[in-house]
């Protein structure tokens, strides 16, 4: 900051920092807005000592790394024209002008590296408020990049108030701009969903989201119900986006939002399971101990009910039962696929007796 600010241009925080501070939540990300244009950026962290890394200069970001620490240092911008996914800027010399293209309120609260804060926008009473809120016509600030609909939701379910309930114009304009969904990227689109889903509590967002029919332009066939009832299932677990995800079904959702391999065979894990008719023991036994009780969650919320200690007890007790027979025992006698076929048979036997059938019971010879 002072590299900037004494060479006569202006430093202001911006953004997610400045909003989690005055919330007293974690910062990650520091980013940077000056009146310097990205060269004079680059010249003035080469003369401090300092690297600078042109890693958006078409948009105006040069990040420059200091004791260790990336910051995002962005000129004053203003946009020229947009398409609803990306945007053609021009460089400002105002704050105000800069304010003016960013989302919501509370991302356009300005710091001075004194602490003196700027709000070109009333930014500040929303974060006391808690509300979520467009700057100036939502309509026009979901057209500049339709991602933004997503974003609305989500901001809510992290920084909103529940009480307060979703702004209610920018609801409106979130519906009236549902054909601009299909035009984002399934990257960007599962992003945006997978943060959502890892809030504290998302139901009430993705409620909104069904309600103004936002959820199932995004995944067809979805339900914000099952989430909300699992989230009271979950009683102080960590919020986990893909558990989340599965309760909240879909059509071709590791597609649509274009998931991970982890993630994908994850949630297929999850809610086969769930849907499935496995016992808690068995579950817990092919599962292990984490995901059946995702699973296990998952089922207690598809079917509306609770999930009892006794039950949770009883899939962490099979997690830890190792089958007692391997494919040795059962050599030369059985061999190739008849192999595999007595191995899972012994295996449902000893499952079916509550993992308590020894090895010699299970190879002494019987009736099938």
């Known amino acids: 900051m002072s590299m900037l600010t004494?060479?006569?241009?202006?430093?202001?925080?911006?953004?997610?920092?400045?909003?989690?501070?005055?919330?007293?939540?974690?910062?990650?990300?520091?980013?940077?807005?000056?009146?310097?244009?990205?060269e004079r950026v680059i010249e003035l962290a080469d003369e401090a000592g300092l690297r600078a890394v042109p890693t958006g200069i078409d948009h105006g970001t040069i990040t420059v790394i200091s004791g260790g620490m990336p910051f995002e240092i962005t000129t004053f911008r203003r946009d020229v024209a947009t398409d609803g996914r990306r945007a053609t800027v021009a460089f400002s010399d105002t704050i105000d002008e800069d304010a003016a293209r960013r989302d919501f309120t509370m991302n356009a609260i300005y710091a001075a590296p004194d602490g003196t804060l700027a709000d070109p926008v009333g930014g500040l009473p929303d974060l006391e408020a808690?509300?979520?809120?467009?700057?100036?016509?939502?309509?026009?600030?979901?057209?500049?990049?339709?991602?933004?609909?997503?974003?609305?939701?989500?901001?809510?379910?992290?920084?909103?108030?529940?009480?307060?309930?979703?702004?209610?114009?920018?609801?409106?304009?979130?519906?009236?701009?549902?054909?601009?969904?299909?035009?984002?990227?399934?990257?960007?689109?599962?992003?945006?969903?997978?943060?959502?889903?890892?809030a504290p509590d998302p139901a009430p967002s993705l409620a909104s989201m069904q309600a103004s029919h936002v959820l199932t332009t995004v995944l067809p066939g979805a339900?914000?119900?099952?989430?909300?009832?699992?989230?009271?299932?979950?009683?102080?677990?960590?919020?986990?986006?893909?558990?989340?995800?599965?309760?909240?079904?879909?059509?071709?959702?590791?597609?649509?939002?274009?998931?991970?391999?982890?993630?994908?065979?994850?949630?297929?894990?999850?809610?086969?399971?769930?849907?499935?008719?496995?016992?808690?023991?068995?579950?817990?036994?092919?599962?292990g101990a984490t995901d059946a009780e995702d699973a296990a969650l998952v089922r207690s919320a598809l079917m509306q009910q609770a999930l009892t200690s006794g039950q949770i007890e009883a899939l962490r007790d099979a997690a830890d039962q190792t089958f007692p027979v391997s494919a040795r025992d059962l050599m030369p006698e059985y061999g190739g696929p008849a192999l595999g076929e007595r191995l899972r048979t012994l295996e449902e036997r000893w499952i079916a007796s509550g993992f308590e059938m020894s090895k010699e019971a299970l190879l002494a010879p019987g009736p099938d």
């Not at 953004?15 to 807005?33: E, F, Y």
């Not at 979703?166 to 035009?183: F, K, M, Q, S, V």
């Open 223 to 287: 339900s914000a119900e099952y989430v909300t009832i699992l989230v009271h299932l979950e009683e102080g677990r960590e919020p986990d986006a893909v558990r989340r995800l599965a309760a909240l079904g879909g059509e071709d959702v590791a597609e649509r939002l274009r998931l991970s391999k982890a993630n994908a065979r994850r949630l297929t894990t999850l809610r086969e399971a769930a849907l499935g008719d496995w016992g808690m023991a068995e579950m817990g036994y092919r599962l």
């Open 130 to 198: 808690r509300k979520v809120r467009f700057i100036g016509d939502p309509a026009l600030r979901i057209e500049e990049d339709y991602l933004r609909i997503l974003r609305f939701f989500r901001f809510h379910a992290i920084y909103g108030d529940p009480s307060g309930g979703i702004d209610p114009e920018g609801l409106a304009a979130c519906t009236t701009h549902l054909d601009g969904l299909p035009r984002l990227s399934r990257e960007r689109v599962g992003a945006e969903m997978m943060k959502l889903l890892a």
């Open 6 to 38: 004494q060479a006569g241009y202006q430093a202001w925080f911006v953004g997610g920092c400045v909003r989690n501070a005055l919330m007293d939540r974690s910062v990650n990300d520091l980013d940077v807005t000056t009146d310097a244009l990205p």
